[in-house]
T-cell receptor, first 115, second 118 residues
């Protein structure tokens, strides 16, 4: 079965640079979620999109932005990178929103290292 | 805000035996979902099992089952006939039924590292 695809899998950036992470949800899934997992931490919800509109926001820094495109893929843009942004970034997808939402399926993650 | 607590940072079990991982949560909502996710060394987050709060019957998926006690806000995971491939970090997660206010995202516990002894 098709899974969530994330690219790139690994990314190394320097402080103050910009990074773009991409996510391709499972076919027919219309909701995308972004999470950040720091070393030894649990994943923290950043932002979600349903039918190409921002659905909800969690603890996403102002330096980060995201969008969902017409083909339902999503991109997380991170600017003015800081050392503390080094983490594993997960994208997850599901079908439906709110009370209609089924479980979230996670991609393999993008490991971002900021030096 | 909802919180999820996993009080066991690490658990160890002999292969083929049964182990139970604990999870408690705090919420003022009456409708919600609870999940257990597994994160092996590959760091992939894998859904193990899901429970809807309105269902009294405990969810079961093959060797994995839960003990859901809504009044006590407890959601433990039982793994029967433990296998070496079960070794991983296990996260308990909560999600409200409705969107908004950060409720779209899963709220995770800190995780329990499960070690399988051969």
């Amino acid at each position: 079965a098709a899974g969530v695809i994330q690219s790139p899998r690994h990314l190394i950036k320097e402080k103050r640079e910009t990074a773009t992470l991409k996510c391709y949800p499972i076919p027919r899934h219309d909701t995308v979620y972004w999470y950040q997992q720091g070393p030894g931490q649990d994943p923290q919800f950043l932002i979600s999109f349903y039918e190409k509109m921002q659905s909800d926001k969690g603890s996403i820094p102002d330096r980060f932005s995201a969008q969902q495109f017409s083909d339902y893929h999503s991109e997380l843009n991170m600017s003015s990178l800081e050392l503390g942004d080094s983490a594993l970034y997960f994208c997850a997808s599901s079908y439906g929103q709110g009370a209609l939402t089924y479980e979230q399926y996670f991609g393999p993650g993008t490991r971002l290292t900021v030096t | 805000a909802q919180t999820v607590t996993q009080s066991q940072p690490e658990m160890s079990v002999q292969e083929a035996e049964t182990v139970t991982l604990s999870c408690t949560y705090d919420t003022s909502e009456s409708d919600y979902y609870l999940f257990w996710y597994k994160q092996p060394p590959s760091r992939q987050m894998i859904l193990v099992i899901r429970q809807e709060a309105y269902k009294q019957q405990n969810a079961t998926e093959n060797r994995f089952s839960v003990n859901f006690q809504k009044a006590a806000k407890s959601f433990s995971l039982k793994i029967s006939d433990s296998q070496l491939g079960d070794a991983a970090m296990y996260f308990c997660a909560y999600r409200g039924m409705y969107s908004g206010g950060g409720a779209d995202g899963l709220t995770f516990g800190k995780g329990t590292h499960l070690i399988i002894q051969p």
